[in-house]
């Protein structure tokens, strides 16, 4: 795709907006024409900027992506410290970002099953087990996760409840409260990597206690 303008920039993501707001209004089924008219553009503006429907689609969903990495994969929540007080952080902001964010419940209920997104959202899941996986493995350098946990399979694993868990939350009507959200996938990841309190004397570690 050739580099854009600012201008060119600044309209794609002002239909990528408008693009969001229609698949939220109307669950997931997306109008170009609706689109167009949300923007203010014309709609073959909206084919020179994505080429087809299901690209401003892919386009969205990959937009949402890059907003979800930045805030929980692509950075330290909490520099210099233990793996446990770290990766409670991150779930938090895991929480807190599918929660507060009114296109989530589009792309985990009603998009990910789309053909048109289907090889953007396999692309992300493997990316984010790859990092899952070097991030254990640090866990495991530390001395805070036993060395014979296979992080590959767990980081997948710890992924993918996380992932139906927020599907589960966000589908009801009443969604249990943030900091229960929180507190019950932290004890399942906890379990689930085998986290040992304490083994490293020189990182720091938070109480499963405050997690409740």
């Known amino acids: 795709m050739a580099t854009l303008t600012a201008r060119g920039q600044a309209s794609s993501q002002k239909l990528l907006a408008a693009a969001a707001n229609d698949l939220v209004e109307h669950f997931g089924e997306l109008e170009v024409q609706r689109v167009a008219d ?19 689609v892919r386009a969205v969903v990959e937009d949402f992506y890059d907003r979800y990495d930045s805030e929980v994969f692509d950075t330290n929540p909490v520099p210099g410290a233990g793996w446990s007080t770290r ?9 807190h970002f599918f929660y507060g964010e009114p ?21 992300r899941i493997a990316r984010h ?3 899952a ?13 036993p060395a014979d946990l296979d992080t590959g399979i767990v980081g997948a694993m710890v992924l993918g409840g996380l992932r139906q868990a ?4 966000l589908r009801r009507p009443m969604r249990p409260p943030p900091e229960t959200m929180i507190g019950e996938l932290w004890r399942v990841i906890v379990a689930a990597v085998r986290f040992q309190a304490g083994k490293n004397p020189t990182a720091r570690s938070l109480p499963l206690s405050a997690t409740q």
């Open 38 to 56: 949300r923007a203010g553009v014309s709609v073959g503006l909206i084919y020179r900027h994505f080429g087809s429907k299901a690209g401003l």
């Open 87 to 95: 990766e409670h952080e991150r779930t938090a902001r895991f929480v």
């Open 103 to 123: 296109l989530a419940p589009v792309v985990l209920l009603h998009l990910s099953r789309q053909p048109e997104v289907a090889a953007t959202e396999a692309a």
């Open 129 to 131: 087990i790859e990092m």
């Open 133 to 145: 996986a070097r991030n254990l493995a640090l866990g495991q350098a530390r001395g805070e996760i």
């Open 166 to 169: 927020m599907a589960e939350a």
